[in-house]
């Protein structure tokens, strides 16, 4: 049964740093697209990265420059990190598997960015 698990989460001053990550299990990783999505209330859930199988990523206009995303096939692990944070970073951010027509979701992590 695919499960992922993001960690990393919490509160941060503006300006501040995070790195999530997201470790998945019971699917072949290296042949997954993965993504990171957040959610902020109120608003719908929006891509913020996401890198294919093969390495090729993919940012959201609002963090480019800011954030990287990056995988870790021998570790089944995806990796988003987020510098100079912005209090509308503040959201529930949840990480993607995904294949063909199958995709899998993590419980999410709460970010809160202060100002």
């Known amino acids: 049964q695919a499960q992922l698990v993001e960690s990393g989460g919490g509160l941060v001053q503006a300006g501040g740093s995070l790195r999530l990550s997201c470790v998945a299990s019971?699917?072949?990783?290296?042949?997954?697209?993965m993504g990171w999505y957040r959610q902020a209330p109120g608003k719908q859930r929006e891509l913020v990265a996401d890198?294919?199988?093969?390495?090729?990523?993919n940012y959201a206009a609002s963090v480019k420059g800011r954030f990287t995303i990056s995988r870790d096939n021998t570790k089944n692990t995806v990796y988003l990190q987020m510098n100079s944070l912005k209090p509308e970073d503040t959201a529930v951010y949840y990480c993607?598997?995904?294949?063909?027509?199958?995709?899998?979701w993590g419980q999410g992590t709460q970010i809160t960015v202060s100002s």
């Open positions: 890198i294919t199988s093969g390495g090729v990523t």
């Open positions: 019971g699917i072949i990783f290296s042949r997954n697209a």
């Open positions: 993607r598997a995904a294949r063909g027509l199958l995709n899998y």
